[in-house]
C-alpha cells in the first residue's frame, strides 16, 4: 500500500517571498508518479505539477518546481514570488502505474500575507 | 470544453436513508474516479470506472457502490446512511493513456447526514 505524509498543517509566506512545502512518500513499487494538487477556497481541485518517478530532472512549471529525492522517497514543492491566488490547501498524491488511484497526503493549508 | 460537472451539489438526508451522486466527465474522458473528503480522514479513494467497468476499489464498506453508463457518466449510491458519510464527495475523470495523465475534479456534491 502506498502512504503519503505531509507534515505541515499550515505554512505562511509573505506575497513575492519563496515557500517550500514538503511532502514524503512510501510505496514498495518502482513505478509511479507524483502529483500536486491544489484546492483554493470553495474552489475546483486543479493540478500544480507532477513527475514521474523514473526521471531524475525536477519538474517546473512556471513559478513552480519540485524537489524530488527518490532515495529519500520526498516530494517537496517550492512556490517562488508567490501571489495572494496560491493561498489555498496543497495536496501531495502518488499513483502507481496500473492503477487509477491517487493516494493523498493530508494537506497543506497555505496562507498568503500581503 | 467543459469541465468536470457534478450533481447535486448540496444535499442533506437522515440516517438510514440512501442516496446518489452523479457526476458527467470531461468530454472524450473515459475514466471516472470517486474520492470522499472529510476533515478527519482527508481524501480517501472509493472507485474507479473505466468502459463501464469497475477497475479499482478503496477501502469502503459495501453500502459504497457506483456504475458508469456508456456514455461515461458516472453515479455513486450510498445506502443507509450514517452520520460519517457525511463528506464532500469529489469525482474526477481523466483522459486515455494512463495513471500519468492529470486528473480533473469536479466541485464536489456535499452531503450532510443528520
Known amino acids: 500500500a502506498q502512504t503519503v505524509t505531509q507534515s505541515q498543517p499550515e505554512m505562511s509566506v509573505q506575497e513575492a517571498e519563496t515557500v517550500t512545502l514538503s511532502c514524503t512518500y512510501d510505496?514498495?513499487?518502482?513505478?509511479?508518479?507524483l502529483f500536486w494538487y491544489k484546492q483554493p477556497p470553495s474552489r475546483q481541485m486543479i493540478l500544480v505539477i507532477r513527475?514521474?518517478?523514473?526521471?531524475?530532472q525536477n519538474a517546473t512549471e512556471n513559478r513552480f518546481s519540485v524537489n524530488f529525492q527518490k532515495a529519500a522517497k520526498s516530494f517537496s514543492l517550492k512556490i517562488s514570488d508567490s501571489q495572494l491566488g496560491d493561498a489555498a490547501m496543497y495536496f501531495c498524491?502518488?499513483?502507481?502505474?496500473?492503477?487509477?488511484?491517487?493516494?493523498f497526503g493530508q494537506g497543506t493549508r497555505l496562507t498568503i500575507n500581503p | 470544453k467543459a469541465g468536470v460537472t457534478q450533481t447535486p451539489r448540496y444535499l442533506i438526508k437522515t440516517r438510514g436513508q440512501q442516496v446518489t451522486l452523479s457526476c458527467s466527465p470531461i468530454?472524450?474522458?473515459?475514466?471516472v474516479s470517486w474520492y470522499q473528503q472529510t476533515p478527519g480522514q482527508g481524501l480517501q479513494f472509493l472507485f474507479e470506472?473505466?468502459?463501464?467497468?469497475?477497475?479499482n476499489k478503496g477501502n469502503f464498506p459495501g453500502r459504497f457502490s457506483g456504475r458508469q453508463f456508456s456514455n461515461s457518466r458516472s453515479e455513486m449510491n450510498v445506502s443507509t446512511l450514517e452520520l460519517g458519510d457525511s463528506a464532500l464527495y469529489l469525482c474526477a475523470s481523466s483522459p486515455p493513456g494512463g495513471p500519468w495523465n492529470e486528473q480533473f475534479f469536479g466541485p464536489g456534491t456535499r452531503l450532510t447526514v443528520l
Open positions: 513527475q514521474e518517478a523514473y526521471k531524475q
Open positions: 510505496t514498495s513499487e518502482s513505478d509511479y508518479y
Open positions: 468530454s472524450g474522458h473515459r475514466s
Open positions: 498524491a502518488v499513483i502507481i502505474q496500473g492503477a487509477q488511484k491517487l493516494v
Open positions: 470506472y473505466f468502459s463501464e467497468t469497475q477497475r
